[in-house]
């Protein structure tokens, strides 16, 4: 489920701080270290207990970063959206993630997305106790699949959307794997992080992937049977870990040769697409646009906005050849662009469509340009772009459309960016 669609059955919906300190000094600069990890992150222990403290400032070797990247900027991003976002209102005693603006949703409701979204900044930010907390909420709203129900009103009484949404589960479960790596036990919870982890990965399996379709990856657990991918849920290098963490590598290994497949088919000379890397919202196996059952946009939009960053992510992790061959097309796109006249929408042959939602000649989405300075990392010509678009995501400024959705992308590509979205190595 993103900014505007849902992981329920092909519906659509569009889309007080939690008093929690922040880790780590924000007076660090953005000093490399060159420690034993892969890619030549630097991470040493903490007298505090924690494996990994934040910032880490790893740098891998596939992927360029910015010149003025700071944690500092990470931990203000951070701030912000604890005081905009996290709340224990409604939360069942724990704490939750609410939307305050989101287009056509109930004010202040949550979804399973912005629950992810806060686990992963949380291990990120070495915050265990939010953490925690955001888990113990997910896990009140539990569908018959053991799934968190995407979509939670305000006053935590009710599912306003049910059923499982694939990119948040997904992402539930990476950071589950992350925090079992970064803390180790079960911190508050009453089971251990990697128990939690191993039991939403099959979860993830058995309800979430298509088995007689070439293990494809569904858009949420009551989606069987609707072969419809939306290419921003697909995760490669989240999947990666979940083949090492379930032994299970070969079968992971088939869901993302599928999903690679169906991207590199969606940029075509009939979408045309061909060379610029604008993926459709939602499409067929072979890659033509196509609705999900109950309506939704099909261009380059807040869905898809998120591809460049989950690409990105398995390119700069692990070297993959198929996220260059789609990062060189998306990133020649947005450089040529330019970072300060990026818009929220685009037709899939690169005409602007800003989102209606939007306002008129409103700010920029942190999404959109985040997401395209994460994916323009893999190759060091794109060093200005870079630069330029990270500066513009730093002022936290870009807010188009939802607070909710672009406080959580200004976070979470901001730590990518600054080399402290880090993938902990397995003990």
């Known amino acids: 489920m993103s900014g505007g669609t849902s992981g329920s059955s092909g519906a659509v919906a569009s889309s007080g701080s939690g008093g929690v300190s922040v880790a780590g000094s924000s007076s660090e600069s ?5 420690g034993g990890m892969p890619g030549g992150a630097g991470m040493a222990g903490s007298p505090t207990g924690a494996h990994y403290p934040f910032p880490q400032n790893q740098r891998l070797s596939h992927c360029t970063y910015p010149a003025a990247a700071n944690p500092a900027d990470v931990q203000k991003a951070y701030a912000a959206w604890k005081t905009a976002l996290l709340t224990s209102s409604g939360a069942g005693g724990h704490l939750r993630v609410q939307r305050p603006n989101s287009p056509s949703a109930e ?3 949550t ?6 979204y806060g686990m992963l900044i949380a291990v990120a ?26 979509y939670i009103n305000a006053a935590g009484t009710q599912a306003l959307g049910t059923g499982g ?22 911190g508050s919870l009453d089971k251990p992080y990697l128990d939690y982890a191993k039991t939403q990965i099959k979860a993830i399996w058995d309800h979430e992937i298509d088995h007689q379709n070439s293990e494809f990856l569904l858009a949420g657990d009551t989606w069987g049977g609707n072969i419809i991918f939306n290419a921003s849920y697909f995760a490669p290098n989240e999947y990666r ?28 000379a009939t979408n045309g697409n061909a060379d610029n890397g604008l993926v459709p919202a939602w499409c067929d196996v072979n890659g033509a646009p196509k609705e999900p059952q109950n309506g939704g946009a ?3 939009q807040y869905d898809s906005a998120r591809i460049p960053f989950r690409i990105g992510l398995d390119y700069c992790m692990n070297g993959e050849a198929r996220a260059q061959t789609y990062l060189a097309k998306v990133s020649q796109f947005f450089a040529g662009v330019g970072a300060s006249k990026i818009v929220d929408g685009y037709d899939l042959n690169g005409t602007a469509h800003p989102d209606p939602a939007s306002e008129p000649n409103g700010p920029q989405s942190a999404v959109f340009v985040g997401s395209a300075a994460v994916g323009a990392m893999h190759d060091q010509k794109f060093q200005s772009f870079v630069d330029d678009a990270y500066g513009l995501v730093a002022t936290g400024m870009l807010l188009a459309r939802s607070s909710y959705y672009n406080l959580s992308w200004t976070t979470l590509t901001l730590a990518m960016l600054t080399g402290n979205l880090v993938e902990y190595p397995s003990p």
């Open 241 to 268: 870990v979940f083949g090492a963490v379930t032994n299970d590598a070969a079968n992971w290994g088939h869901v993302i040769d599928t999903g690679y497949t169906i991207l590199a088919k969606s940029l075509n």
């Open 107 to 109: 004010t202040n409701s």
């Open 111 to 116: 979804v399973s997305e912005g629950i992810a």
């Open 30 to 34: 953005g000093g490399v270290s060159n």
């Open 165 to 186: 949404a694939t990119d948040a589960d997904e992402d539930m479960a990476w950071a589950l794997v992350m925090a079992d790596r970064q803390w180790g036990g079960k």
């Open 298 to 300: 099909t261009n380059y």
């Open 125 to 150: 930010l070495d915050d265990q106790h939010t953490f925690d907390e955001l888990w113990k909420y997910s896990q009140l709203w539990l569908d018959s699949s053991g799934l968190m129900n995407w």
